[in-house]
């Protein structure tokens, strides 16, 4: 059973800073890339940035300059370090994995796979 644990979320004063962190377990074979999103009350989930098995990266606009995404290929972690914080980026942030797992026959087709959520708040 896949899992994905995300953690770091709060609450942060508007320019303050976070960092989230998004732990994969399970059957891995390889992840082929993490990303995060987030969605904010009565808004659609959109993507904040999402980084490849190449570490090449793609950010949205309105993160670009203040949000960095890495990885730690060896724990299978990705995190989100997020400074200057606005109250609009206030929501639930998940992470989300393409994976590709170990089967008895070999291995799987790749598949994306959700965390739970961590809420992130910013007072202005």
């Known amino acids: 059973q896949v899992q994905l644990v995300e953690s770091g979320g709060g609450l942060v004063q508007a320019g303050g800073s976070l960092r989230l962190s998004c732990s994969a377990s399970?059957?891995?074979?390889?992840?082929?890339?993490m990303a995060w999103y987030r969605q904010a009350p009565g808004i659609q989930r959109e993507l904040v940035a999402v980084?490849?098995?190449?570490?090449?990266?793609t950010y949205a606009d309105f993160v670009k300059g203040r949000f960095t995404i890495s990885r730690d290929i060896a724990q299978n972690t990705a995190y989100l370090q997020m400074n200057s914080l606005k109250p609009e980026a206030t929501a639930v942030y998940y992470c989300?994995?393409?994976?590709?797992?170990?089967?008895?026959?070999?291995?799987?087709?790749?598949?994306?796979?959700w965390g739970q959520g961590t809420q992130v708040t910013v007072s202005a």
């Open positions: 989300q994995a393409t994976l590709i797992l170990r089967t008895a026959s070999g291995v799987s087709p790749p598949r994306n796979y």
């Open positions: 399970g059957n891995i074979f390889t992840i082929n890339a």
């Open positions: 980084i490849r098995s190449g570490t090449s990266t």
